[in-house]
C-alpha cells in the first residue's frame, strides 16, 4: 500500500522523468568551472576581471588604487602600473 501523501504523476510515461534527467545534466555542466569566480568580489560585476591564483580564487578589476594590495597572486605591483 502506497502512503496517501506521495503523489504519482508520471502515469507510466517516461518522457517527463527524461526532460527531467536532461535539465539536471545540463545544471550540472555548466557548475563545472575552474574554481574562479566570474564576478568581481567588490562591486558584483563582470567584465574585465583579473582573477587571483592564491587561495580565495576571488576576481577583481584591477586598477591602480589596487597596487596596495597584500595579495601577491594578482601581480600588482607600483612598477607595472
Same mark, same amino acid.
Given at each position: #500500500?502506497?502512503?496517501?501523501? +506521495?503523489?504519482?504523476?508520471?502515469?507510466? !510515461?517516461?518522457?517527463? !522523468? !527524461?526532460? +527531467?534527467?536532461? @535539465?539536471?545534466?545540463?545544471?550540472?555542466?555548466?557548475? !563545472?568551472?575552474?574554481?574562479?569566480?566570474?564576478?568581481? @568580489? +567588490? $562591486? /558584483?560585476?563582470?567584465? /574585465?576581471?583579473? $582573477? $587571483?591564483?592564491?587561495?580565495?580564487?576571488? &576576481?577583481?578589476? @584591477?586598477? =591602480?588604487?589596487?597596487?596596495?594590495?597584500? $595579495?601577491?597572486?594578482?601581480?600588482?605591483? &607600483?612598477? =607595472? #602600473?
Amino acid at each position: #500500500m502506497k502512503p496517501n501523501f +506521495i503523489v504519482d504523476d508520471m502515469n507510466g !510515461e517516461c518522457g517527463d !522523468e !527524461e526532460l +527531467i534527467f536532461k @535539465a539536471v545534466k545540463e545544471c550540472e555542466s555548466d557548475d !563545472e568551472d575552474d574554481g574562479f569566480q566570474t564576478v568581481c @568580489a +567588490i $562591486c /558584483d560585476n563582470g567584465d /574585465d576581471l583579473t $582573477c $587571483c591564483e592564491g587561495k580565495c580564487l576571488r &576576481a577583481f578589476h @584591477a586598477t =591602480i588604487e589596487s597596487v596596495e594590495s597584500k $595579495c601577491e597572486s594578482l601581480g600588482l605591483r &607600483a612598477e =607595472i #602600473m
